[in-house]
């Protein structure tokens, strides 16, 4: 593919400008109070972000740190609307218009009508392709991929596609935004003040000490549309040995987790061993959760465990989500009958759950759960049944 230049005045379009924050940022930002103080400004902040981009001048914002519990302990780097305007704009038109129509059917991360849904929708495809006969599912799993991630190869790889030295610019300048001393220093304040928070519970405490900080030189922004996009393209090479080389005809990669299928296990060993070469190029390692799985044992990939019954692919919520919607729900309605916390919130989180356990076989495990707690229902004057979700 020839090398893309005069691509920066693209996004210097106070027209393109507004329908970004339209019809993404302002409908997909939940911090309304940000959204309240950018739209007080609006005109002022719409002429202002024109000016920063046409004159070259962009510099990425402070990131709000933070950690969230749902459905599990995670950091977050939160943008202020201006500069999420801007990396969706960098995103939309630098990125994703270059690289997306690159990339293979079955990396499905973050990518228009791709995502989770299309991930297991085309593993289940493959499932019952195979499923007349005994099969084998390596399954690898890339450790700490976000923080691992090299800044040199990343940009290496941007400039294979990419000459506009503007562009280039604006990227190598968000890529190299974990580099500021702050974030570090905050990532550690708040670990801390975490673990003194949830000091009594030890299974919350573990996942806390497992965040890690950034190295120099490595790793993106957690929660930049630039930093998924980046992401998905990172392992490109990888994606394209395994179905072009290795010939692996079923095979999904969902950002650092990925399947193949195969029926030969002895094969499947001897493509670990060259996904482990290919991997130790970017400088990332597998971690312990890579594994090759015999069909009849069944295994874990996008939140649901898969097996084969009776001809018949069955899909089950994983045990360790079992657990912590019981334990989440028990919380919640109490503090919720003690009056601590109000309803909505209850609500708020309990739908979370329910949008992903429907899509497999939960209706019992929802069923037996919300069950319990009848009695709030009744108090809050709410009927519900599981045909609600």
């Given at each position: 593919m020839k090398r893309v230049n005069n691509l920066y005045?693209?996004?210097?379009?106070?027209?393109?400008?507004?329908?970004?924050?339209?019809?993404?940022?302002?409908?997909?930002?939940?911090?309304?109070?940000?959204?309240?103080?950018f739209e007080n400004n609006y005109v002022s902040n719409m002429i202002h972000i024109k000016n920063i981009l046409e004159n070259r001048k962009y510099v990425p914002g402070k990131y709000n740190i933070f950690l969230i519990n749902e459905p599990k302990i995670r950091l977050i780097m939160s943008q202020n609307i201006i500069d999420k305007i801007i990396n969706h704009m960098v995103s939309e038109y630098f990125l994703v218009d270059i690289y997306d129509k690159t990339l293979i059917n079955t990396n499905v991360a973050t990518r228009r009508k791709k995502g989770t849904s299309y991930g297991r929708k085309k593993l289940k495809e493959y499932l019952n392709k195979m499923k007349n006969q005994d099969f084998y599912i390596l399954k690898f799993d890339i450790s700490k991929y976000f923080f691992n991630l090299n800044h040199n190869i990343i940009k290496k790889l941007i400039r294979k596609k990419i000459k506009d030295k503007d562009v280039l610019k604006i990227l190598d300048d968000i890529i190299d935004s974990t580099n500021k001393e702050y974030i570090n220093q905050t990532i550690i304040d708040i670990k801390n003040k975490a673990k003194e928070k949830y000091k009594y519970n030890a299974e919350i405490v573990a996942d806390i000490d497992k965040i890690p900080i950034y190295r120099k030189g490595y790793g993106l922004p957690i929660g930049n549309l630039t930093s998924q996009i980046l992401a998905i393209m990172y392992l490109d090479e990888l994606d394209r040995y395994i179905k072009e080389q290795l010939h692996i005809k079923y095979y999904i990669r969902y950002m650092d987790d990925g399947i193949l299928i195969h029926e030969d296990k002895d094969y499947l060993k001897y493509c670990l061993s060259e996904i482990t070469k290919i991997l130790d190029k970017y400088e990332l390692k597998l971690n312990d959760k890579t594994k090759i799985y015999n069909i009849k044992e069944g295994f874990e990939f996008l939140g649901f465990r898969y097996f084969i019954k009776k001809n018949k692919i069955i899909m089950k919520v994983k045990n360790q989500t079992k657990r912590k919607f019981k334990r989440k729900m028990k919380t919640l309605y109490k503090l919720v009958k003690e009056n601590r916390i109000e309803y909505e919130k209850l609500l708020q989180v309990k739908n979370s759950y329910l949008g992903h356990l429907k899509t497999g076989s939960s209706a019992k495990l929802i069923n037996n759960t919300l069950k319990k707690y009848e009695d709030i229902y009744e108090d809050l004057g709410i009927f519900v049944r599981i045909e609600d979700y």
């Open positions: 005045d693209t996004i210097v379009d106070i027209n393109k400008i507004q329908l970004m924050y339209d019809k993404r940022i302002k409908i997909n930002t939940k911090n309304k109070i940000k959204l309240e103080k």
